[in-house]
């Protein structure tokens, strides 16, 4: 049986989605903004803030399967109340004042997150497949945007009021989304799912078209686009992780200073979720868009080795290309999906394999920079991952365009 088909409103649609896409990384970059607090308030070590800034990451690729599994049973709108839920209780009890509330915490807002971030390729190939890169550049928008909210008022309300109410305030934001899609869902549980009128843009159902397709995990692009994901989330999150350290062994930066500059590259990424789909669109598709990422990407981890005193443009650059990025490599996913559950499968590989490697990028370059005593090592294997986006998500997207998914 196919899934009901989406509500007949698309502005509904597209605000639901950014809704979400504001849930899915502000809730974990709040850690970063009281992390002096909770090693003074609760006795944590630094290691022990970052595994809880880790714990997500790895609830992404290990849990994306099962994530899969529940869109499946449940559908896509009460997937959506169910993901905002559970980050809102997770939220409250990360915030509780212990440091047993805080794990407990940070992995219900880790699984709720897996499961939205599938939910969001999902409402994109659903609602949005004419537009998917537009979308998905919207969505990749709404992820940064979310961030940076919860980091600008994050530190100012801990200094006012407390970590415990800066990281509480955060719960806000799924309360909102949850009002747009309440809504959403009832209407979709109200209707039956007809098929579509003559003339009418069809979305893709959940079922398998006729003729026993071959399983997503037998095509090459998936394993293609796995790789290229892979790559893009170990340079983000070993570079992300390390960044502001970087800054100051390299430029000479104090540590409050360094926090600051590397916000450049966060910020960037606005300018590349916009950007990736007027190329893929425009200018040549997503295999030009790879390979334009793959040279401003590059520009960090290189810069940073032979030019350090030009961070500033090398961050700029490389977060507009870790934003166009991900943008080029789900628009390729949604492209590759002739179903519903083609691209929950597909997402489900990609994120899986994408994050579980994501995961060891902090570990892998703070590893390097502890035994050479430098920096060197630990940069050239984030370029190593930029090389890796740019190669296999360049294999992946020969030939991909919308409504053609096999290869």
Known sequence: MSEPHPPPSKAGALAGL??????????LVAISAVAA????????????????????????????PAA????????????????????????????????????????????????????????????FRSRAASTTGAYTAGLNVGSMLVLAVSGPLA???????????????PVLAAIVWV????????????????????????????????????????????????????????????????????????????SAASSIFQIAALVGAFGAPVIINRFGGPLVAFLVNRALWSALPLGLLFAPDLW?????????????????????????????RENRELSSIVQTGGYCVAALGPIVLGALHDSTGGWTASLLTAFAGVLGLA?????????????????
Do not use: H
């Not at 979400?20 to 990384?25: E, G, I, S, V």
């Not at 090693?39 to 609830?59: E, K, N």
């Not at 943008?327 to 996913?333: A, G, P, Q, Y």
């Open 312 to 340: 500033a443009w090398w961050s700029a650059s490389s977060g507009v290309a870790q934003g166009g990025g991900f943008v080029t490599i789900f628009t390729v996913v949604i492209w590759r999906s002739r179903t519903l």
């Open 18 to 27: 950014l809704l979400l896409a504001l849930n899915l990384r502000g809730p």
């Open 159 to 173: 200094a006012a009021f407390g970590w415990q109410i800066a990281l509480a305030a955060a719960a806000v934001v």
């Open 37 to 64: 607090d909770l090693q003074t308030d609760l006795g944590m070590t630094a290691g022990t803030v970052g595994l809880l800034t880790s714990l997500p990451v790895l609830c992404f690729g290990l849990a994306s």
């Open 68 to 127: 899969a599994g529940l869109i499946g049973r449940l559908g896509i709108e009460i997937s959506v109340l169910g993901t905002l839920l559970v980050i809102f209780v997770g939220i409250l009890v990360r915030s509780a004042g212990a440091v047993p509330a805080a794990f407990v915490g940070t992995v219900l807002i880790g699984l709720a997150i897996t499961v939205g971030n599938l939910l969001g390729p999902l409402i994109v190939g659903r609602d």
């Open 183 to 258: 809504p959403l869902a009832t209407r979709a549980r109200g209707r039956a799912a007809p098929a579509p009128a003559v003339g009418r843009a069809k979305a893709p159902a959940d079922d398998a078209p006729a003729g026993r397709p071959s399983s997503v995990f037998r095509r090459p692009s998936t394993w293609l686009l796995t790789g290229a994901f892979a790559g893009q989330a170990y340079a983000y999150y070993g570079l992300t992780a390390w960044l502001p350290t970087v800054l100051a062994d390299e430029v000479g930066m104090t540590r409050a200073g360094a």
């Open 391 to 407: 190669l296999f998500g360049s294999a992946a997207a020969v030939g991909a365009r919308p409504g053609v998914s096999r290869g």
